[in-house]
């Protein structure tokens, strides 16, 4: 497959890089030291799952005069969405799916409003992996990926990606019900970004305090309300199942936004708490936990060069 990742981040660089290992045709869209040590030397992945490896991979700075690809994996942070999705434009097909890996819940309607509907597929992966430095992945812990059409279809465009990841050694699952793991992920997601951001510690650190804990939970039960709100078939013990697999997760576990705000780079805090601060507004849903999140990091979320 031709498959073109737009961020070369921990989760477009490590996904992009296990594709390109197996012999996917993989295109890696980057920028300034991290595009030049990839052309240079390849793009190293230290995992500690995995151990050691380097992928050569097609990096190039935009996507113009590229062939047409058959897939495209969307990266990049929520903040870049709109600009990143105008960029994918000259390798889009009439079908060519772009898979969001991104944290939150609102990147499709963006995918589909800038390219045309039946674009947007939607993905959710499960990892931690960050930028150590140009050209260097870090990657922690998990490694998966869950897919699938919005409308519940299995298509044959999904299941040639998914086919394409299992060969790659990627744990991934075809969804015939990805809106609801979508926010599954995000009641998770907002919850660990939001309190290991706020608190600067780690997971462990938060199970061991009541009151932090306490407002963990309270996290993820607003975003399920929001979630209901939507129309989102949610478990009816959804908050419960999340709150498990907090407490299962590795103790040293942060977030990406947790390790943004310790680099001094931009936050995710738009299309995580502010976005669930906006929607319960517009449907009269109560959000004083995630409201209390968007508050405290507004000082943060341009990071040290805003």
Sequence with gaps: MRIAIMGAGGVGGYFGAKLARAGQ??????????????????????SAVEGEFVARVDAVAD???????DAIVLAVKGFDTEAAVEQLRPVVGPDTPVLSLQNGVSSAEVIDRQLGPGHAMGGAAYIFAFLESPGVIDHRLLGRIALGELDGRITPRAQVLRDALAGAGIPVELSTSMRRVLWEKYLLIGAQAGMTALTRCSIGVLREIPECWRMYRALVAELAGLGRAEGVDLAPDAVDQLMKAAAALAPEATSSMAHDLAAGRRLELESLHGYAVRLGERHGVATPANFAVYAALQPHVAGRRG
């Design 25 to 46: 045709a993989v295109t890696m869209v980057a920028r300034g030291a991290h595009l030049e040590a990839i052309r240079r030397d390849g793009l190293r992945i230290r």
């Design 63 to 69: 996507l113009r005069g590229q062939a047409p690809a």
